[in-house]
């Protein structure tokens, strides 16, 4: 019951129903204007003929008639009984006087003779007045069991060449054979009919099926993502909107399952990010409570190490709470707050902050800027950016090395550009360098004090501006990272 009306209620009924609408209405319109035209063409066909029998029997027998020649009654059964021979209907031949009485009838029987037709049936009198009228067919209840039958009748006046109209001829004529082709035919096109209609259900059935497995198909895998199981992905075949769909579906089942995968990665980085500096605290701790020293400088030199780590800790903690934010302020775009900044300043005060980090590794920090490049953005932010790339390329550069810094105006945004002539970053790893916790050398990177969140705050920063930042780098020539910030507000296309 259940499944019926499931069934019943599915896309793929309802595909199938409505062809079988369209086609099943336009059949049924086509069958009965056949039949309706074939009836037609038919019956008016006998009409005619009928008519030219009665008008050439009123001539064979005008003379014979009215010289009341008794073979006249042969005549009229031998006529009749040609007629039916013909046109494969009986055909009954009834003379009617003046006054529309019956005279002769080629059934012989006596039913009607002395009969008068002229009240039972309307067209008498205007025969006999002189009025052409035209054969008519009608149903009569007749037999027994009484049933309804049709038949046909035609009348033609006598005419004698001196008296005018002294009778009129009356046929009548079953037109049973007629109905025999025209059941025939009925029987034959609803036959075909419902077959036709039956296989339409079959074949539609079929095709919508074609339509809908895809849409099963893909309510199934969201149904399994929605359980967690996010590697889903749907087979896609044929072409059109499906296929767009199920091409939709798994470009988002696989962001969504990558985004998974990069959270997972992102939490087991950042517990592994901060286990390392609380591991080196704890043995730091253990071994000096272990300890017998009473040297105060023994103790300094321990805590002084505690003191780092700390540090490390707080500030590896600082950026995952910034990255954090960061990913809520996407969310919410609109709310994100900027004013026009002027970047060389910002730039004049970065490098300022970290020359004393260049004196220290002997680096030559360059600026050129000949113009005022304005665009909207979070001052704080912004300077954020600017200064992480500048310092890797301090920090990532040996000594005696030269970071460069361009500032100026495209026909669309504005360019920071850092370049430095340190380590540079091979091919394979420019892809990841703006993964959260991702260093190149690990060991290097820490001796810097690095913790690889660096360039992803970066990124996400020049993102939520709609802005875009791209790196180039020759291993061992050196790096150039260039930032763009629009100068409209509008969110950039890709
Ligand atoms: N200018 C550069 N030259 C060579 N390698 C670089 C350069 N900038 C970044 N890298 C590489 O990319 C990695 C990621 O940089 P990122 O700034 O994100 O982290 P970090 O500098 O190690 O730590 P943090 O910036 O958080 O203190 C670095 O560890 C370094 O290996
Ligand atoms: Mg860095």
Known sequence: ?????????????????????????????????????????????????????????????????????????????????????????????????????????????????????????????????????????????????????????????????????????????????IELILSDIRTTISFFSATISFSIILISLILSGFITHPIKELTAGITRMSKGHLNQRVNIRGSGELRQLGEAFNVMSEQLENLDNTRNEFVSNASHELKTPLSAIKVLAESLLNMEVEDPAVYKDFLTDINFEIDRLNAIITDLLILVQMDKEDTVRSRFKKDPVLLNELVQRTMKGLQLLADQKNIRLELFDEEEVIVPGDRLKLQQVISNIIDNGIKYTPEGGRVTIEVYNTPNFGVVKVSDTGFGIAPEELGHIFDRFYRIDRARSRSTGGTGLGLSIAKRIVMLHNGDIRVQSEGNRGTTFRIELPYDDQERIE
């Open 1 to 177: 019951m259940r499944i019926n009306k499931q069934f019943f209620s599915s896309l793929r009924w309802r595909i199938a129903f409505a062809y079988l609408m369209v086609i099943g209405i336009g059949f049924f319109i086509i069958n009965v204007s056949i039949m309706e035209i074939l009836e037609q063409n038919l019956i008016e066909d006998k009409k005619i003929t009928y008519q030219k029998y009665a008008i050439q029997l009123a001539q064979i027998i005008a003379n014979g008639y009215y010289d009341r020649d008794p073979n006249i009654y042969y005549l009229i059964r031998e006529f009749g009984n040609d007629i039916d021979q013909v046109e494969g209907e009986s055909t009954r031949v009834l003379l009617l006087n003046i006054n529309g009485i019956v005279e002769q009838d080629s059934y012989q029987s006596t039913n009607l003779l002395r009969r008068n037709l002229m009240e039972d049936y309307q067209e008498v009198s205007g025969v006999l007045k002189g009025t052409s009228v035209p054969a008519r067919d009608l149903y009569i209840l007749t037999g027994e069991p009484a049933e309804y039958k049709r038949v046909l009748y035609a009348f033609a006046p006598i005419t004698h060449y001196r008296e005018g109209i002294i009778g009129m001829v009356f046929l009548s004529a079953s037109l049973d054979a």
